[in-house]
């Protein structure tokens, strides 16, 4: 009749949600770590950056699959000119490079820091430079000045080679980041294997997760 409507894949919720109830065990987080690494290396498969990548925009199924969202989002961020144009569209802009808060030209490592953020904030239970005024231009400055509170800080069972894997994507310059999403993944493998080998069992993790989104 005169009805429009869109069907879509069913999501128990999204990240920002799950990160409510705190912290996420060391290996849920990189296993949602490998899938987000996944599924934004596919978007710049395609030539994309996707540019707005926050906890709000990863979601999460009944399977425990991670799906990323907003693309169309993103190319309003990337069409932002000015400072205050980028403020109407990040709402938190702790997940955000700092090229791209500078409105300078960004690539797929910008992408890295946004993940290295989204990755932090699920092992220590807050954003990144979120310790003070979340106004862009203060966030910024935290950034540039690398006023970061370190991961083992705030929690002090993460494994020293995790904190500096997450340290390395959340560098000021991007030529000290990852180069690209493939080399984020190759060095988070064998602390994801080193997790799953001393972790429970696949059917509890997923359990335990789905029960956190629920709730």
Known sequence: DDYI???GRF???????LLAS????????????SQIIRSVGFVHAQGLVHSSL???????DEAHNCYINDLELSMI??????TRDL??????????????LQLQPIDFRSEVYSI????????????????????LESVLRRKISNQLVQPRRLNPELPVALEK???RTLRANPDERFPDVAAFEKALKPLLQAQQAGGSSLINRIRDLLARVRA
């Open 5 to 7: 409507y869109i069907a």
């Open 11 to 17: 999501m128990a919720g999204n990240l920002h949600e």
């Open 22 to 33: 705190g912290v996420i065990p060391i290996d849920r987080a990189l296993e949602l770590t």
């Open 54 to 60: 926050s906890p709000r925009n990863v979601y999460i």
């Open 77 to 82: 961020v990337q069409a932002a000119r000015t």
């Open 87 to 100: 403020k109407q569209f990040l709402d938190e802009p702790f997940y955000t490079s700092v090229e791209q």
């Open 116 to 135: 290295g953020a989204i990755v932090y904030h699920m092992l220590t239970g807050v954003a990144p430079f979120s310790d003070g005024d979340s106004d």
């Open 165 to 167: 894997l997450v340290l």
